[in-house]
């Protein structure tokens, strides 16, 4: 409205001047007119009146036009301001959008647009709000499912029998059970969010505190496989916060999320009765192994006489029998040999330790082993580089390699190759026997090192065996601080190694 005003006073103003100057015109032409005629001074005098109303009239033309544009610029500011003041109090919620003003001129088409806008958001704003509600309602349920299902994961683990414990992928402490809580080394209120191995003490069967990094989670957390410590036999000691201690097994499983290995869970067994049912199981054997040997010796040595004809000569029939005998005699001496030997192991039989000549004495070990591949026509390839001087007790390594010699020429074909060579490596010497035999199924590779087993390709066939040379060889081999391990592949072979560390001062 208030440049509709503008415009009209402005446009009167403007139709004065116009009037003005055609009058001037008029009365010069006039002027001229006379002045032809003798009027002159007439004339002169009209056109002195013409010029002065023409001037008067311009400036109160321009003066109306420039008050028109004043009251127009006045005018609209002020619907403006009225306006923005309708619109800010709709938006801080002070009145309701029909509180907008209208009929306001050209301004009417910004409020429709206002008014637009305004229905928009509220639209907006309620689907938004609605998803929100949804949403909310969808994250409640699912904080209500978790809530549960950790308050059910808590009670399960607090119900167990063992002790419990969760920690990090750091190996930090995050979850304890009552049972864990009451083996700890620290107070159970300082324990959270402290590394495993600093919350429980482990020993071995000496009382060494088993250092963090002989802790098997650092495998499970690094390599994302569940680890057991050993048991029943040399089993880890857990020492409580009142200096109390038990033998315990502990297995470490990973806690994965995705492909990541976020923690571990470890779970702490009390074999208390599993070890003294073991120590009495091996006094046992040892106390029977001993009671054995005098029997089963003079039965094989008589059997030995009757086959080799010194007590009268036999029948082609009774030769057989003997024979068998003689067999079954023989393998009833390795038994009972096999038993005793372990026994000694598990009853901490003292080594006597000494610095060897390496080559001399592998190639002395080598030479008495090799007479065992003779009865099925096998051949020996032995290589070894110059070995440094090493520190073990000689009757036990020479076992070891006897045992693994003798389970690479049982389980290979006639006539075939039996490899022992010999590597120097950082740290440490390594055996190695190889042998083209029946080779070890995957599922059977986890269990090969423990007592009285047999693998169930050589369960079936026709070779005899105890089950505890290789018992024997890992315990013998891990006494002496080394290792022991093989690389096979079923119906092609086996490659059984085993290391012994370098002395301090060739390390």
């Not at 009670?155 to 930090?172: N, P, Q, W």
């Not at 003079?298 to 009774?318: C, F, P, V």
Request: a neutral charge.
């Amino acid at each position: 409205m208030g440049s509709r005003v503008a415009f009209t006073v402005s446009f009167v103003g403007l139709s004065q001047i116009g009037i003005a100057v055609f009058l001037t015109l008029r009365l010069r032409e006039a002027y001229r007119m006379a002045e032809t005629a003798g009027t002159a001074a007439v004339s002169a005098e009209a056109v002195s009146l013409a010029n002065s109303a023409m001037a008067g009239a311009a400036i109160a033309s321009v003066s109306v036009f420039l008050l028109a544009m004043v009251m127009g610029d006045f005018l609209i500011a002020r619907k403006t301001r009225k306006l923005a003041r309708a619109m800010m109090r709709v938006i801080w919620k002070e009145a309701d959008p029909s509180a907008i003003p209208r009929g306001m001129g050209e301004l009417d088409g910004i409020t429709d647009l206002y008014g637009q806008c305004i229905a928009e958001i509220d639209r907006t704003k309620a689907a938004a709000a609605s998803a929100v509600r949804d949403n909310v309602s969808e994250m409640e349920l699912n904080r209500g499912l978790t809530e549960l299902q950790m308050a059910r994961l808590e009670a399960l683990l607090a119900s167990m029998g063992e002790a419990v414990v969760a920690t990090d992928r750091e190996g930090r402490v995050s979850f304890l059970n009552g049972l864990a809580r009451q083996a700890l080394w620290w107070r159970d209120d300082q324990v959270r969010d402290v590394p495993i191995f600093s919350a429980f003490q482990l020993e071995d069967e000496k009382g060494r505190i088993l250092p963090a990094d002989e802790w098997p989670i650092a495998e499970t957390l690094r390599e994302g496989r569940t680890a057991v410590t050993p048991a029943p036999v040399k089993p880890l000691y857990l020492r409580k916060k009142d200096n109390a201690a038990f033998p315990v097994k502990i297995t470490f499983s990973p806690v994965t999320v995705g492909n990541e290995v976020a923690g571990a869970l470890a779970v702490f067994s009390d074999i208390t009765a599993e070890v003294e049912i073991d120590r009495r199981k091996t006094e046992f054997i040892s106390i029977a192994s001993h009671q054995l040997r005098s029997p089963s010796s003079a039965i094989r040595m008589m059997t030995d006489m009757m086959r080799k004809g010194n007590l009268g000569e036999l029948t082609d029939r009774q030769q057989d029998w003997v024979e068998k005998m003689f067999m079954a005699s023989d393998n009833l001496t390795d038994l009972i040999n096999g038993l005793l030997n372990v026994s000694r192991l598990e009853a901490g039989a003292k080594m006597t330790s000494e610095i060897q000549d390496s080559n001399a004495v592998l190639d002395d070990i080598t030479k008495k082993s090799g007479v065992l591949l003779i009865g099925k026509g096998q051949e020996l390839d032995y290589s070894r580089p110059e070995l440094p001087p090493l520190t073990f007790d000689r009757f036990m390594i020479e076992e070891v390699v006897k045992n693994l010699l003798t389970n690479a020429s049982k389980y290979s074909p006639a006539g075939s190759t039996i490899k022992i060579r010999a590597e120097i490596r950082e740290g440490e010497v390594a055996v190695l026997i190889t042998d083209r035999g029946i080779g070890i199924p995957q599922a059977d590779r986890q269990q090969m090192f423990g007592k009285f087993f047999r693998a169930h390709n050589a369960a079936r066939s026709e070779t005899k065996g105890t089950g505890l040379g290789l018992y024997y060889c890992k315990t013998a081999v891990e006494k002496h601080g080394g290792r022991i391990g093989f690389d096979s592949e079923e119906g092609k072979g086996s490659t059984f190694w085993f290391t012994l560390p370098l002395n301090p001062q060739t390390a």
